[in-house]
């Protein structure tokens, strides 16, 4: 029961460099989630989809893509990767109804040099 | 805007001792939930309660127990007896609509043996 799974779990990229990291869920679930977590700032929401196909904003979307061409995979692309996005990156997924607790991905540690 | 603060960036006690964290927040919906998550060590985030705006009774899970006032707008966290593996870093979080999260800064707790 693999629940939310992030790929890759650790890189560096070179400022300019551009990466997707991969989440993927077997729960079934409609929503998903892409936050960043950095010192003292909690985790922000970068973008978000509530169903295949669908993408919206979220709080810190500036610099991001995402994709949710499948229902269980949600991409997260840096297009021209810069050291203001070395973070921690972590997926999340809900169920459709609302309000129910999410389910994280064990992160992504990403460091632009 | 929904908001959430956890003003106690790092707890230190020591073992055995009881601790609480503090969590207040803000918003203008009339229905809305309160989450709390752990961060151990290893970095994945763990979901512990979920609390909605019109259930105000206290809760108790072994040594754990939250606390909610409306009338404070707070849902603070109390740990009894603490243990060394409870070191972790806690986040609280509110819902925004019923798609996304807010989350605190985090509270980072250290028990010492």
């Known amino acids: 029961n693999a629940g939310v799974t992030q790929t890759p779990k650790f890189r560096v990229l070179k400022t300019g460099q551009s990466m997707t990291l991969l989440c993927a869920q077997d729960?079934?679930?409609?929503?998903m989630y892409w936050y960043r977590q950095d010192p003292g700032m909690g985790l922000r929401l970068i973008h978000y989809s509530v169903g295949e196909g669908t993408t919206a904003k979220g709080e810190v979307p500036d610099g991001y893509n995402v994709s949710r061409l499948k229902k269980q995979n949600f991409l997260l692309g840096l297009e021209s990767a810069a050291p203001s996005q070395t973070s921690v990156y972590f997926c999340a997924s809900s169920p459709v109804w609302g309000y129910q607790p999410q389910h994280f991905g064990d992160g992504t540690r990403l460091s632009i040099l | 805007a929904q908001k959430v603060t956890q003003a106690q960036t790092e707890i230190s006690v020591v073992e055995k001792e009881d601790v609480t964290l503090d969590c207040v927040y803000e918003?203008?919906?009339?229905?809305?939930?309160l989450f709390w998550y752990k961060q151990p060590p290893s970095g994945e985030l763990v979901f512990l309660i979920r609390r909605n705006s019109f259930d105000e009774q206290n809760e108790i899970s072994g040594r754990y127990s939250w606390n909610f006032q409306k009338s404070t707008s707070s849902f603070n966290f109390t740990i009894t007896a603490s243990q060394v593996v409870d070191s972790a870093v806690y986040f609280c979080a509110l819902t925004q609509g019923a798609q996304k999260l807010v989350f605190g800064q985090g509270t980072r707790l250290t028990i010492n043996p």
């Open positions: 729960m079934n679930h409609e929503y």
């Open positions: 918003t203008r919906d009339t229905t809305y939930y």
